[in-house]
């Protein structure tokens, strides 16, 4: 029987919490693919570091080649963040005739056409659902069923931690500075924090969602973008008196005339819209198609479990491709 055999670039937070949905799930998983799925092989430093999993030694390499000169795996899953040199792993990855999964938003986003070249080039799959949205199955189903729409508009609320901090600025009336303390105690943010409070981070999804959605691809450092650690407030309370609520948005929309209008930046969203209850850490993708009308996607933005939901979730789907192939 064919196995999939899998190399894991990064053993991390997200590494760990992909390897233990594999662990938890297994049966659901090998039974909707349709054969075994392993993950045989681990690109990881830190070998010693404790981790609530079943890991050998044996499994650990230190030589990235190990993993993409090997001709009996089939996927390489890349979970070692940020640019580099997590892009040029991708695209080595991609080069060597294997499928590539990643959740790394900031080297899809820096190298999206880079990166979409080389799978084509090479015929193989590049997925990266959990780059967006972490658990929120936003990506397959734009391009998924919901392929048969023009898109006009996407307004998103895609970073948990900006969300966390003017929630609770909203909710509970605290200053900026204590409630950032509190999110980076509770794990919600970086200890340097700038990636997502300066809104960078939401930038890259950004620039994700536009090239799948409207066929478009802006570099991030091209999007126009502001964080919200200008917010007081006395801006909270300004946009309450207006029934409104002060979010982070990635937004991008096709203009009458066809060009696309496209920024991130904390703004108005009235108290009834969709979007005004999603609260905490929470990410959500409101979404216009011609066709389908609006459509919002709502769910846990990040974190281990969920994140590696997505990751797996995108394994599954290249692993049946393969056997529908006879690969």
């Known amino acids: 029987m064919k196995e999939i055999r899998i190399g894991l670039l990064g053993l991390g937070n997200i590494g760990t919490g992909t390897y233990k949905v594999l662990e938890m799930n297994r049966k659901e998983i090998e039974d909707t693919v349709g054969c075994p799925v392993n993950i045989v092989k681990i690109l990881e430093k ?36 940020g640019v580099e040199p997590a892009a040029t792993l991708i695209e080595r990855a991609l080069r060597s005739g294997k499928h590539v999964v990643t959740a790394n938003k900031a080297a899809v986003a820096a190298n999206y056409s880079r990166l ?7 015929g193989v ?19 998924g069923c919901l392929k048969a729409n023009k898109f006009t508009r996407v307004l998103g609320i895609v970073n948990g931690t900006t969300n966390y901090i003017l929630d609770r600025m909203t909710q509970e009336g605290l200053p900026y500075d204590e409630v950032l303390k509190d999110a980076q105690r509770l794990g919600f943010a970086e200890a340097d924090p700038t990636a997502d409070v300066e809104g960078i981070d939401a930038a890259n999804k950004l620039s994700i969602l536009m090239a799948l959605m409207f066929d478009h691809y802006v570099h991030p450092k091209d999007i126009p973008t502001k964080g919200i650690t200008e917010i007081t407030a006395e801006d909270i309370k300004s946009a309450e008196a207006d029934g409104c609520l002060i979010k982070l948005i990635a937004y991008a929309e096709i203009m009458e005339d066809g060009s696309i209008k496209y920024e991130v930046r904390p703004m108005r969203i ?15 993708v409101f979404v216009e198609g011609n066709v389908v009308g609006n459509l ?11 994140t590696g939901s997505a990751v797996m979730g995108d394994c599954m789907e290249i692993a049946k491709a393969m056997l529908a192939k006879g690969e």
């Open 46 to 81: 830190d070998i010693d570091r404790e981790r609530d999993i079943t890991v050998t030694r044996d499994m650990f390499v230190s030589d990235p080649e190990e993993i993409f000169s090997d001709p009996q795996i089939d996927i390489v899953i890349e979970l070692l963040g």
């Open 116 to 122: 979409m070249d080389a799978a084509k080039e090479n």
């Open 125 to 143: 799959t590049l997925r990266f659902e959990a780059s967006v949205g972490g658990g929120i199955p936003v990506l397959t189903a734009l391009t």
């Open 270 to 284: 009235i108290n009834t819209h969709p979007l005004g209850g999603v609260h905490r850490e929470y990410n959500a």
């Open 296 to 306: 919002m996607f709502y769910g846990p933005g990040a974190g281990p479990l969920p």
